[in-house]
């Protein structure tokens, strides 16, 4: 079984700032991938970033990057130089390489607010 | 060519309609997949379609009847619905089913309203 934990329903942030979003996770596969998606009012959702779990380096791209630390089951999202455009809620997801390779676990997600 | 869409963005119907929603990617992924989500809650994964072969139905009432007519396209036909099916739908594609590395695309959802 899979589980992904968002301890943070909700998060404020001043403008250009940097923000950490938490997530954990728990999972019997010995394989998987970490996505961090972005949901604005609009209802779409944006992939931001992905980790793999054999991944030595933490993944960036951009403005966002994983704290990835495999022993504490945590990965973490920051967000530097934080934007208005960046209000929106985050889900931290996963995919096991093996067992449930088809189904993507969310956490209940992070409704995250930039202040002017 | 990276996006998905969807059709119609919104929708309302009744409990006695019949009606179909609509994704389409043109990316080549193999793997589609039918979301629903509430408002402020994780999306849940209703079914999954791998190689136009049904590979995962989440025990969706059978008034959700989905269809895969082709590699790109992806549909969710609607009869009886219940105003408790009010949601987004979302539509999301990725390379591969099995694949702990794909990200899924979405598209922008249908926002479905039951009266």
């Known amino acids: 079984a899979q589980k992904i934990t968002q301890t943070q329903p909700g998060m404020f942030v001043q403008e250009k700032e940097a923000v950490t979003l938490d997530c954990t996770y728990d999972t019997s596969d010995p394989s998987y991938g970490l996505f961090w998606y972005k949901q604005p009012s609009s209802g779409e959702m944006i992939f931001l970033i992905y980790q793999g779990s054999y991944d030595q380096q933490n993944a960036t791209e951009g403005r966002y990057s994983l704290n990835f630390q495999k022993a504490r089951k945590s990965a973490n999202l920051v967000i530097s130089a934080s934007q208005l455009g960046d209000s929106a809620m985050y889900f931290c997801a996963m995919r096991g390489f093996n067992t449930n390779a088809g189904k993507s676990t969310f956490g209940d997600g992070t409704t995250l607010t930039v202040k002017p | 060519d990276t996006e998905v869409t969807q059709t119609p963005k919104h929708l309302v119907m009744g409990m006695t309609n019949k009606k179909s929603l609509k994704c389409e990617q043109h990316m080549g992924h193999r793997a589609m997949y039918w979301y629903k989500q509430k408002a402020k809650k994780p999306p849940e994964l209703m079914f999954v379609y791998s190689y136009e072969k049904l590979s995962i139905n989440e025990s969706v009432p059978s008034r959700f009847s989905p269809e895969c007519p082709n590699s790109s396209l992806l549909n969710l036909h609607l009869h009886a619905l219940q105003p408790e099916d009010s949601a987004l739908y979302l539509c999301?594609?990725?390379?591969?089913?099995?694949?702990?590395?794909?990200?899924?695309?979405f598209g922008p959802g249908t926002r479905l309203t039951v009266l």
């Open positions: 999301a594609s990725s390379q591969e089913e099995a694949g702990g590395q794909d990200e899924q695309f």
